[in-house]
């Protein structure tokens, strides 16, 4: 007997990605396919080895929860330890509403341009201390620009959590110097820094490994939901630092504004104020 159930009489409408309900779990997600299912990975602690997953359940998606491309399903049961990802026609794919993602932990490793981004299916609960947006208006914001890795990635930063969002709360008193309202940070989510060859599908004399070049700035596709892995202390959460940086400059009276990178195929409707092809939110 399998530790799930599909309840097929849940007929409440919910978000895109996984939500959490009363003894389980809600997962939808687009897929123009014949088939579409929902994978489930244990977790593997592998001493000295780093960290590896093992899939434990591949559940496929009920026709009945099918409307267009959209595809929906009610799970009942414990996934509390699980991480998960979706296949649809035998390809393998990320949840482009995860919150956070394992696969890629180690900025620029060519080794992992290929691993299948995982979601936990439950992510750690952080204590806000009542933190609010500060609200300041426009006209008396002073924007200072950074990109997370390469405000503090030298060792000249004085941080000893360079190159990460941890690195960024240790230059607070430094902001604050510079008298400046807003951290305004380049895009701070997970996107594919390893750049990987154009339209190698159907090319006999195609090559699908890594080139060795790597985006630096975030400006392509993205995980938009999720905070970079590889911005987080190795063996951190990346939500968690990213939710603690947050707090932190506003404690200390600075707005953060987040660039959001769009290139004109994606809904925009996402964007509160938007600069070109790409758009920043404020935090």
Request: charged share 25%; hydrophobic share 35%; proline share 6%.
């Amino acid at each position: 007997m399998e530790p799930y159930q599909i309840d097929l009489h849940d007929s409440k409408v919910y978000p895109m990605g996984l939500t959490r309900i009363d003894g389980g779990i809600h997962v939808t997600t687009v897929a123009a396919a014949k088939a579409c299912s929902l994978l489930l990975f244990a977790k593997e602690e592998k001493s000295g080895k780093g960290v590896k997953f093992h899939e434990v359940f591949h559940i496929p998606f009920p026709e009945t929860g099918k409307t267009g491309h959209v595809w929906s399903m009610t799970l009942k049961g414990d996934f509390t330890s699980f991480f998960y990802a979706f296949e649809a026609d035998g390809k393998r794919f990320p949840d482009p509403y995860g919150r956070s993602f394992a696969g890629r932990e180690r900025w620029g490793k060519l080794s992992q341009a290929k691993n299948l981004l995982l979601a936990p299916v439950v992510e750690p609960e952080f204590d806000w201390q009542g933190d609010r947006p500060l609200h300041i208006p426009y006209e008396d914001c002073i924007v200072y620009r950074a990109h997370v890795r390469g405000l503090t990635k030298h060792a000249s930063s004085g941080t000893e959590h360079r190159g990460t969002f941890r690195g960024v709360v240790d230059k607070i008193p430094y902001l604050k110097e510079l008298g400046i309202t807003t951290l305004e940070l380049l895009p701070a989510v997970e996107f594919q820094e390893v750049m990987m060859p154009e339209n190698v599908e159907g090319n006999p004399y195609g090559n699908s490994e890594p080139t060795g070049r790597l985006n630096y700035w975030g400006y392509t596709k993205a995980c938009m939901f999720a905070p970079k892995a590889s911005y987080a202390d190795q063996g951190s959460n990346p939500v968690t630092e990213f939710k603690y940086m947050v707090r932190e400059l506003h404690k200390a009276g600075l707005e953060i504004v987040l660039e959001l990178y769009f290139s004109g195929k994606k809904c925009r409707s996402l964007c509160w104020r938007r600069y070109a092809s790409g758009c920043v939110n404020t935090m």
